[in-house]
């Protein structure tokens, strides 16, 4: 397959990477909460549920952008969307 656009694919190529890392370091550090929680049967305190949250929206997000990553990569191979929607 031929890249017809190669800035979206670089830059899909970039987002896909960032998003790739974010769910990588993110998601031990949820299993490590959801073990923590469970396994010792304490319930989390305020700061730390804080952090889980947290932590849970940043995961959210990393696999948003590998979405969007994919999305622009398929994208910038296709002839149809070389020029906008092409009918």
Do not use: A, H
Request: charged residues 20%; without cysteine.
């Amino acid at each position: 397959m031929e890249i017809r656009n190669q800035r979206k694919f670089l830059v899909g190529l970039i987002i896909l990477i960032l998003g790739s890392f974010v769910i990588v370091f993110d998601y031990p550090q949820i299993e490590y909460f959801n073990n923590l929680e469970s396994d010792n049967s304490i319930t989390l305190e305020i700061e730390q549920k804080e952090i889980f949250q947290k932590i849970l929206i940043e995961f959210t997000i990393g696999v948003i952008l590998l979405i969007i990553g994919i999305v622009l990569i398929l994208i910038s191979m296709l002839k149809r969307f070389e020029n906008r929607f092409r009918q």
